[in-house]
């Protein structure tokens, strides 16, 4: 499907707004972390760097096929600046990134994180009513 066509059918949004009346959402991809006792920070950082600058982690893995949020705040270089020039990804700068929240960490995030983006995956791909998959999605979560 040529670019143009995409746009025209496609989009993103933030999620429905709760009962505070605001949009939350968090990005559960990857991060990059440096621990503060880390005996090797400088070698750490430039590593970091690389990760989420270099050419080739940006045509692969924020252009790529996948196309993730890119990891800075601004294009290092035009070509990709005009590449990231795009409806979708001025949505998430836009509208969906300062809805980001930090999501509760600890022993259970991983099985809760399971359970619900089962639930999510249920109801993008499935029939059944939303309000039975959050139910069954509550039942888990109270269960762990």
Known sequence: MPDADF?????????PAGPSGKSYSFEGGHQLVMFADSK??????????????????????????????????AAPNPELAAKLDT?????FTTSIVPTLTTPPFGPGFAPASNAIMAGVQQAVTGNEPIDQIATSIQQQLDRK
């Open 7 to 15: 746009y025209k059918r496609w989009g993103v949004t933030t999620q």
């Open 87 to 91: 409806p979708v990804f001025k949505s």
């Open 40 to 73: 090797q920070k400088k070698a750490a950082w430039e590593f970091m760097q690389y990760l989420a600058s270099s050419p080739d982690a940006l045509r692969v893995y924020t252009l790529g096929p996948g196309a993730s949020l890119p990891p800075l705040n």
